[in-house]
């Protein structure tokens, strides 16, 4: 249950979101944005910003960072498959520490992560070992859907690859960030 000042949070919130942020993203095609939730902690914490990037649904693969809309609030997660059904394109989307996974329609997408600002320094997403990086981040979390979805219990990632992840991250944070 929401406390009286988080709800009023993240009715502020909503309200930049759709009037401010809304007109200048739609003019300019981009723009940055302040994370509220740690749904994709370590690599995109509380207050870090985002920059955010108009594309197609053919231009996001399965490891790219998008933010869409759900509901009336933007949600930022990472798609670990997309698929095609009935002429339309779909995500299986998670945030990397949340347990459910869902499916968001194509028509939801905002656009794409390509940058995230950690207080003075800057890590650009589109470089090749951060390509490579989010591709086996969305592969591991694609496996572990699978295999819930054939009735194995699986955690949201095995403790052994949680660690490699962290180091592997803290290695190219250190190494590419600005």
Request: net charge positive.
């Amino acid at each position: 249950m929401e406390n009286e000042s988080t709800q009023e949070l993240n009715n502020f919130t909503k309200k930049l979101v759709t009037d401010t942020w809304l007109e200048t993203f739609v003019t300019s095609g981009s723009g940055w944005l302040i994370i509220i939730s740690g749904s994709m902690a370590p690599l995109i914490q509380i207050k870090d910003q985002i920059f955010i990037k108009k594309m197609s649904s053919s231009q996001i693969h399965s490891g790219d960072i998008i933010t869409f809309w759900q509901g009336s609030i933007l949600v930022t997660h990472r798609v670990i498959r997309k698929f095609h059904r009935g002429g339309n394109t779909y995500f299986i989307e998670k945030g990397d520490v949340n347990a459910n996974y869902s499916w968001i329609s194509s028509k939801a997408l905002v656009g794409k992560v390509i940058r995230i600002r950690k207080g003075n320094r800057e890590i650009n997403l589109d470089t090749l070992a951060w390509t490579i990086f989010n591709r086996i981040i969305g592969f591991s979390l694609l496996v572990a859907y699978g295999l819930r979805a054939i009735g194995r219990k699986t955690s949201l990632m095995p403790d052994w690859i949680k660690r490699i992840v962290r180091k592997f991250f803290l290695i190219l944070e250190n190494a590419f960030a600005i």
